[in-house]
Nanobody, 115 residues
Framework: QVQLVESGGGLVQPGGSLRLSCVASGISFSRYAMGWYRQAPGKQRELVATITKDYNTNYADSVKGRFTVSRDNAKNTVYLQMTSLKSEDTAVYSC?????????WGQGTQVTVSS
């Protein structure tokens, strides 16, 4: 059974930081590209950051320079380090594992940026 479990979300003040984690099980993690997506209320889900199996990264323009995606294949975990958080970063953040036509999603973790 494939599972992607996110953690690390919460309430943070503007300018603060959070680190999200996503632990995968049931897949050959090192063979998958991993991604973080987010969905704010009333908006479509959008890509935040991706990291390939070869450690190449890609970021949405809105988070470049503030967010960092990384992976630890030994722990089957992908991370999203978020700094200089803004109110517009408030959303449910979900991780995704993708390989060819196969795609798996986690349930998501809420991130709220508010004073």
């Amino acid at each position: 059974q494939v599972q992607l479990v996110e953690s690390g979300g919460g309430l943070v003040q503007p300018g603060g930081s959070l680190r999200l984690s996503c632990v995968a099980s049931g897949i050959s993690f090192s063979r998958y590209a991993m991604g973080w997506y987010r969905q704010a209320p009333g908006k479509q889900r959008e890509l935040v950051a991706t990291i390939t199996k070869d450690y190449n990264t890609n970021y949405a323009d809105s988070v470049k320079g503030r967010f960092t995606v990384s992976r630890d294949n030994a722990k089957n975990t992908v991370y999203l380090q978020m700094t200089s958080l803004k109110s517009e970063d408030t959303a449910v953040y979900s991780c995704n594992a993708e390989r060819s036509t196969i795609s798996w999603w986690g349930q998501g973790t809420q991130v709220t940026v508010s004073s």
